[in-house]
Nanobody, 129 residues
Framework: QVQLVESGGGLVQPGGSLRLDCAAS????????IGWFRQAPGKEREGIVC????????YYADSVKDRFTISRDITKNTFYLQMNSLKPEDTAVYYC??????????????????????WGKGTLVTVSS
């Protein structure tokens, strides 16, 4: 059984940093496309950063570019989202996702309503003073 479990969410002040972890079990992530998505209250889900299969390319949404960084540790079967310079508008439930199917561009994974194979249950990030 495949599971993705997010951790690291919480309350942070504007300008602060958080790191979200996504730990995978039942699957080896090294050949999977991966991504982070978020959904703010009353808004649609947004793909904020995605990496295509074989790490061919990475897409960052303009809203997080130069502030957020995705990475993965194959040895730990975990990937991460480092979030810096957080803003109140970053408040949302953050979801990690992974996909094993045929190659799709990182832009496609993040910007369309493509349903990746596996999803975590989400972790809440609240940016507030």
């Amino acid at each position: 059984q495949v599971q993705l479990v997010e951790s690291g969410g919480g309350l942070v002040q504007p300008g602060g940093s958080l790191r979200l972890d996504c730990a995978a079990s039942g699957v080896t992530l090294d050949d999977y496309a991966i991504g982070w998505f978020r959904q703010a209250p009353g808004k649609e889900r947004e793909g904020i950063v995605c990496i295509s299969k074989n790490d061919r390319e990475t897409y960052y949404a303009d809203s997080v570019k130069d502030r957020f960084t995705i990475s993965r540790d194959i040895t730990k079967n975990t990937f991460y989202l480092q979030m810096n310079s957080l803003k109140p508008e970053d408040t949302a439930v953050y979801y990690c996702a992974a996909d094993a199917t045929m190659y799709r561009s990182s832009w496609y994974l993040c910007r369309t309503n493509y349903d990746m194979d596996y999803w975590g249950k989400g972790t809440l990030v609240t940016v507030s003073s």
